[in-house]
Nanobody, 129 residues
Framework: QVHLVESGGGSVQAGGSLSLSCAAVGYTYSYCLGWFRQAAGKEREEVAT???????????NYADTVKGRFTISQDDAKNTIHLQMNNLKPEDSAIYYC????????????????????WGQGTQVTVSS
Protein backbone atom coordinates (compact mmCIF):
# COMPACT_ATOMS: atom_id res chain seq x y z
CA GLN A 1 0.00 0.00 0.00
CA VAL A 2 1.34 3.40 -1.02
CA HIS A 3 0.25 6.51 0.82
CA LEU A 4 0.65 9.91 -0.84
CA VAL A 5 0.34 13.28 0.86
CA GLU A 6 0.53 16.51 -1.13
CA SER A 7 1.50 19.91 0.18
CA GLY A 8 1.98 23.33 -1.32
CA GLY A 9 -0.34 24.95 -3.76
CA GLY A 10 -2.31 28.10 -3.12
CA SER A 11 -3.10 31.25 -5.03
CA VAL A 12 -0.81 33.33 -7.21
CA GLN A 13 -1.04 35.90 -9.96
CA ALA A 14 -0.26 35.02 -13.54
CA GLY A 15 3.47 34.84 -14.13
CA GLY A 16 4.14 33.77 -10.58
CA SER A 17 5.53 30.51 -9.20
CA LEU A 18 4.37 27.79 -6.85
CA SER A 19 5.88 24.56 -5.63
CA LEU A 20 4.08 21.34 -4.82
CA SER A 21 5.44 18.40 -2.85
CA CYS A 22 4.24 14.84 -2.48
CA ALA A 23 5.49 12.64 0.32
CA ALA A 24 5.26 9.01 -0.73
CA VAL A 25 5.26 6.27 1.87
CA GLY A 26 5.23 2.57 1.18
CA TYR A 27 6.66 2.27 -2.31
CA THR A 28 9.80 0.24 -2.72
CA TYR A 29 11.20 0.08 -6.22
CA SER A 30 10.20 0.45 -9.87
CA TYR A 31 7.42 2.95 -9.54
CA CYS A 32 6.00 5.71 -11.63
CA LEU A 33 5.18 8.85 -9.67
CA GLY A 34 3.46 11.79 -11.15
CA TRP A 35 1.33 14.89 -10.98
CA PHE A 36 -2.09 15.17 -12.55
CA ARG A 37 -4.58 18.00 -12.43
CA GLN A 38 -8.29 18.43 -12.81
CA ALA A 39 -9.98 21.71 -13.51
CA ALA A 40 -13.67 22.25 -12.88
CA GLY A 41 -15.75 20.51 -15.51
CA LYS A 42 -12.74 18.88 -17.14
CA GLU A 43 -11.14 15.47 -17.09
CA ARG A 44 -8.08 14.71 -15.02
CA GLU A 45 -4.95 15.22 -17.12
CA GLU A 46 -1.27 14.46 -16.89
CA VAL A 47 1.07 17.26 -15.81
CA ALA A 48 4.39 15.50 -15.28
CA THR A 49 5.62 12.01 -14.45
CA UNK A 50 8.87 10.44 -13.32
CA UNK A 51 10.05 6.83 -13.11
CA UNK A 52 12.01 5.81 -10.02
CA UNK A 53 13.92 2.64 -9.23
CA UNK A 54 15.90 2.15 -6.04
CA UNK A 55 16.16 5.87 -5.48
CA UNK A 56 17.23 6.72 -9.02
CA UNK A 57 14.86 8.68 -11.21
CA UNK A 58 14.56 8.52 -14.97
CA UNK A 59 12.18 9.20 -17.82
CA UNK A 60 10.77 12.54 -16.83
CA ASN A 61 7.80 13.45 -18.98
CA TYR A 62 5.74 16.61 -19.25
CA ALA A 63 2.47 17.56 -20.82
CA ASP A 64 2.98 19.90 -23.76
CA THR A 65 1.05 22.62 -21.96
CA VAL A 66 3.61 22.81 -19.14
CA LYS A 67 6.90 22.05 -20.89
CA GLY A 68 9.51 24.67 -20.16
CA ARG A 69 7.54 26.02 -17.21
CA PHE A 70 7.16 23.09 -14.81
CA THR A 71 9.87 20.83 -13.41
CA ILE A 72 9.36 17.51 -11.66
CA SER A 73 12.06 16.24 -9.34
CA GLN A 74 12.62 13.61 -6.70
CA ASP A 75 14.20 13.89 -3.26
CA ASP A 76 15.29 10.29 -2.73
CA ALA A 77 16.25 10.73 0.90
CA LYS A 78 12.82 12.00 1.82
CA ASN A 79 10.78 9.85 -0.58
CA THR A 80 9.28 13.02 -1.91
CA ILE A 81 8.60 14.34 -5.37
CA HIS A 82 8.30 18.01 -6.15
CA LEU A 83 6.68 20.03 -8.87
CA GLN A 84 8.13 23.48 -9.42
CA MET A 85 5.70 25.58 -11.40
CA ASN A 86 6.95 28.79 -12.96
CA ASN A 87 5.31 31.36 -15.21
CA LEU A 88 1.90 30.17 -14.13
CA LYS A 89 -1.12 30.93 -16.27
CA PRO A 90 -4.81 31.15 -15.35
CA GLU A 91 -5.40 27.94 -17.30
CA ASP A 92 -3.11 26.14 -14.86
CA SER A 93 -5.75 26.58 -12.16
CA ALA A 94 -6.92 23.17 -10.99
CA ILE A 95 -6.74 20.65 -8.23
CA TYR A 96 -3.37 18.95 -8.47
CA TYR A 97 -3.05 15.31 -7.50
CA CYS A 98 -0.02 13.17 -6.81
CA UNK A 99 -0.25 9.62 -8.16
CA UNK A 100 1.77 6.41 -8.12
CA UNK A 101 1.76 2.99 -9.75
CA UNK A 102 4.20 0.11 -9.66
CA UNK A 103 5.94 -0.85 -12.87
CA UNK A 104 7.21 -4.30 -13.78
CA UNK A 105 9.86 -2.92 -16.13
CA UNK A 106 11.91 0.24 -16.39
CA UNK A 107 10.49 2.72 -18.82
CA UNK A 108 8.47 5.82 -19.45
CA UNK A 109 5.45 6.28 -17.24
CA UNK A 110 1.85 6.10 -18.45
CA UNK A 111 0.13 9.37 -19.16
CA UNK A 112 -3.42 8.21 -18.50
CA UNK A 113 -4.72 8.83 -15.00
CA UNK A 114 -6.68 5.57 -15.14
CA UNK A 115 -3.42 3.62 -15.08
CA UNK A 116 -2.38 4.95 -11.69
CA UNK A 117 -3.39 3.02 -8.62
CA UNK A 118 -2.56 5.31 -5.72
CA TRP A 119 -3.66 8.92 -5.32
CA GLY A 120 -3.18 11.77 -2.89
CA GLN A 121 -6.01 13.93 -1.63
CA GLY A 122 -5.26 16.81 -4.00
CA THR A 123 -4.22 20.41 -3.50
CA GLN A 124 -5.74 23.50 -5.07
CA VAL A 125 -3.77 25.80 -7.34
CA THR A 126 -5.42 29.05 -8.38
CA VAL A 127 -3.83 31.48 -10.83
CA SER A 128 -5.47 34.86 -11.29
CA SER A 129 -5.02 37.07 -14.32
Amino acid sequence: QVHLVESGGGSVQAGGSLSLSCAAVGYTYSYCLGWFRQAAGKEREEVATIYTNYGHSFYKNYADTVKGRFTISQDDAKNTIHLQMNNLKPEDSAIYYCAAVMRKDEGACPSKSSEYKYWGQGTQVTVSS
